[in-house]
């Protein structure tokens, strides 16, 4: 079975502090991503990654930057937390190819900033 | 933008009754669909996915159906059981991205 495993479950920061959030798929997927989850929203998709070293914009990238140095490793890094960061944070992975297809998600990280 | 969304937010049905969620999806390029099921604290999980080339697909106990020229969606749930409490999302997309709806609640009643 594919795994999509996070690191963190749960985390409290503080406005101003910088986060990370670490994502690893063990399937050999091409594909990553990253969406926050907020009610009455759905999910938002943050950035996403068609292959090592590359990433792209998605709907809500703003205060938000992401990493892919390895194919199975994509992080999500808050460079200066604020309160309106705080949200469940769902990462994906996918294996089709510049195409579409199921995504594999994780378990989420509820980030709470204070 | 793009969107996607779900008619009605809540969906309670008695056990044993079958459910249907539906979903409507703005961006006539669509050429993926796919259905997730979410319970409290876990991330999504697949239900079925259908393509733009086909209309209806069955998994089991579940049915999705695809009306392309309404740019309409739907899950139907046989027999509905109290497992299937959940949050459904669908989700609708092209290019490698997917495009999320808000989410329907289904409540089982025993």
């Known amino acids: 079975d594919v795994k999509v495993t996070q690191s963190s479950r749960y985390l409290v920061k503080r406005t101003g502090e910088k986060v990370f959030l670490e994502c690893v798929q063990d399937?050999?997927?091409?594909?990553m991503f990253w969406y926050r989850q907020d009610p009455g929203l759905g999910l938002r998709l943050i950035y996403f990654?068609?292959?090592?070293?590359?990433?792209e914009k998605g709907d809500i990238p703003e205060g938000y930057s992401v990493s892919r140095e390895k194919k199975e490793r994509f992080s999500l890094i808050l460079e200066s937390a604020s309160t309106n960061q705080t949200s469940m944070y769902l990462c994906?992975?996918?294996?089709?190819?510049?195409?579409?297809?199921?995504?594999?998600f994780g378990e989420g990280s509820r980030l709470t900033v204070l | 933008g793009e969107s996607v969304g779900l008619h009605l937010p809540t969906l309670s049905v008695q056990e044993g009754d079958n459910s249907i969620i539906n979903c409507a999806y703005s961006?006539?390029?669509?050429?993926?669909f796919i259905w997730y099921k979410q319970e409290s604290g876990k991330g999504p999980q697949f239900i079925i996915d259908?393509?733009?080339?086909?209309d209806k697909r069955q998994g089991q106990r579940v049915t999705v159906l695809l009306n392309k020229t309404v740019k309409h969606l739907s899950l139907q749930i046989a027999a509905t059981q109290p497992g299937d409490s959940a949050v459904y999302f669908c989700?609708?997309?092209?290019?490698?991205?997917?495009?999320f709806g808000q989410g329907t609640t289904l409540q089982v009643k025993p």
């Open positions: 994906a992975s996918s294996h089709q190819v510049r195409g579409t297809g199921e995504l594999f």
């Open positions: 399937m050999d997927h091409e594909n």
């Open positions: 990654s068609y292959d090592v070293k590359m990433k």
């Open positions: 961006n006539s390029a669509s050429d993926y």
């Open positions: 259908i393509r733009s080339n086909m």
């Open positions: 989700a609708a997309g092209n290019t490698g991205k997917l495009i």
